[in-house]
């Protein structure tokens, strides 16, 4: 069989020790016919191409799979691309450009979400099949549910200029994950030592079905108990009939405190003597099951000013009004605020997303913004490796080891 000469042809490759140039090589028969056969075999020619053997070719970018995951691991981790850039330099001595790791770090966060959007809806038909089984002997613990979210600019537009969309986040998290402990005043306070966070810019319907994917994994359905604490908007409420039936629901009574200063502020002019005293009575009447008796001091202060703004709080209040027994809640244990939610949004949404913003970045691509959020809660739940990682190798393949 005559055989065409080699082919050779020069490129490279960036790894976690520099960058390694290297020759294609490969061999092909001259005869179409030998050719064909070949195929038939299985062969393609006598010497499989350097890059092929070795998984790269794979690869989406001219890099090894631990460089990707190394600058999407530091781009998330830094303030801006500009800064992770310096770190990738300093740490790894790997030099590529902020529009490349850009890419990468899109490249690798959409590729974990998808893989989170493929389980979630699996999750959602087993539950509408009626496949999903739980124990009929539970856990005597609580899991907690908890829902916040931020306003994140995008690029998108409309009539009116820049479109703002809501960025989501959930926690779940059990009470077989919490430590109490004690400060220099000798005062409780506990800390959660796990976790898991899920975050979604835009659509509720979408982000129920991976909040509802989230609480299974993490043990929703195994304990006596499930706690749904939110700030009891109506998407919510959907969501908590559709996929957590049997979660107490819970007005989050910071999320009400910050509800009823604002109208103490509009109602007394902004005088600040007079609106955080009336504020605290208010806020101490619901926390003391007294929320009859708090709308009826609400209304005796409505003025043509602040009448809209009553009106909709009261309306809101009878709304929630099953998930507003704080004085019950408390005497049984549970928490009444989700001041876990509210430090872990301010991470994975403001902290993030909003920081770059001052570095430059003034709006968001959804799909890109998804992508940070989406590494974001991965590396703060401690699942880098099981989530990332293993989503990124089953996706490229493993390339040989070391690189």
């Given at each position: 069989m005559k055989l065409k000469k080699f082919r050779r042809s020069s490129t490279s490759v960036l790894t976690l020790f520099g960058r390694i140039n290297y020759q294609r090589l490969a061999m092909a028969p001259s005869s179409q016919k030998y050719a064909e056969r070949l195929s038939e075999l299985g062969h393609e020619g006598f010497v499989y191409p350097l890059d092929d053997a070795l998984g790269l070719s794979r690869l989406p970018f001219k890099m090894t799979l631990?460089?990707?995951?190394?600058?999407?691991?530091e781009s998330i981790r830094c303030e801006s691309y500009e800064d992770a850039q310096q770190l990738l330099k300093k740490n790894f001595n790997i030099q590529t450009n902020?529009?490349?790791?850009?890419?990468?770090?899109?490249?690798?966060?959409?590729?974990?979400?998808?893989?989170?959007l493929k389980i979630a809806e699996a999750m959602n038909q087993k539950l509408t099949s009626g496949s999903l089984i739980f124990p009929a002997k539970k856990k005597n613990n609580?899991?907690?549910?908890?829902?916040?979210?931020?306003?994140?600019?995008?690029?998108?537009?409309?009539?009116?200029?820049i479109v703002?969309?809501?960025?989501?986040?959930?926690?779940?998290?059990?009470?077989?994950?919490?430590?109490?402990?004690?400060?220099?005043?000798?005062?409780?306070?506990?800390?959660?030592e796990k976790c898991e966070y899920m975050p979604l810019i835009d659509d509720s319907q979408e982000f129920s079905k991976l909040f509802f994917s989230t609480a299974l994994r993490n043990g929703y359905g195994i304990y006596k108990k499930t706690v749904l604490l939110s700030d009891g908007s109506a998407w919510i409420r959907t969501m908590r009939d559709r996929y957590f039936p049997d979660a107490q629901q819970i007005l989050d009574f910071f999320y009400l405190k910050e509800r009823i200063n604002d109208l103490a502020m509009l109602i007394f002019n902004n005088n600040e003597d007079k609106y955080k005293i009336w504020a605290k009575e208010i806020s101490y009447l619901f926390e003391k099951?007294?929320?009859n008796e708090a709308i009826k001091q609400i209304i005796k202060s409505i003025s043509t000013k602040s009448k809209e703004m009553i009106v909709n709080f009261v309306k809101y209040i009878n709304i929630n009004k099953s998930n507003i027994?704080?004085?019950n809640y408390l005497e049984n244990g549970l928490f009444i605020g989700s001041s876990a939610i509210e430090s872990a949004n301010k991470i994975a949404t403001k902290t993030v997303l909003q920081r770059r913003m001052k570095k430059g970045v003034k709006r968001w691509n959804v799909e890109s913004?998804?992508?940070?959020v989406t590494l974001v809660a991965k590396i703060r739940s401690g699942l880098w490796l099981a989530d990332v990682v293993k989503s990124a190798y089953s996706e490229y393949g493993e390339p040989f080891n070391g690189l």
């Open positions: 631990s460089v990707m995951l190394a600058i999407a691991r902020d529009d490349t790791m850009r890419k990468v770090t899109n490249c690798i966060g959409t590729l974990v979400f998808k893989n989170d609580t899991l907690y549910l908890e829902v916040n979210s931020a306003i994140v600019p995008t690029r998108d537009k409309d009539v009116k200029g703002y969309k809501e960025s989501k986040l959930g926690i779940v998290f059990s009470t077989d994950n919490i430590i109490w402990l004690k400060n220099l005043h000798n005062k409780s306070y506990y800390r959660i099951r007294k929320y027994d704080y004085s913004g998804q992508a940070v």
